[in-house]
């Protein structure tokens, strides 16, 4: 049975607030948040990716992974509409967006640019 999120992130509870997503992206480090949904092929393709830059970026950055099905209005809020979709933000501030299935080398490249 597939998981209802991807192992190793922390995922964002379902119905995540505006205000809560505000909160969550003003840090002073980076945070990369994923839209995914657990029936999306290319999500779950990225979540090994996603799991180990968790690991490997602990204190350093956030990666927080959002249900997509579970979060609609803050995702049509974001201009989210195909999944899965990866946005880096910094004090507040979206600096990257992403799409679609993403080399490793990528995501490592937008983070250290952001720390």
Known sequence: ?????????SEVPAGMSQDEFQKLIASTQPVLIDFFAPWCAPCKQMAPTLE?????YAGKATIKTINYDDNKALARSLQVDE????????NGMLLWRGMGLMPEKEF??????AL
Not at 52 to 56: A, Y
């Open 108 to 113: 490592r490249e937008v983070i250290d640019g």
């Open 52 to 56: 180990k830059l968790t690991k490997e």
């Open 1 to 9: 049975m597939p998981s209802e999120k991807n192992e190793g992130t």
């Open 83 to 90: 999944i899965p979709v990866f946005l880096l933000y910094k």
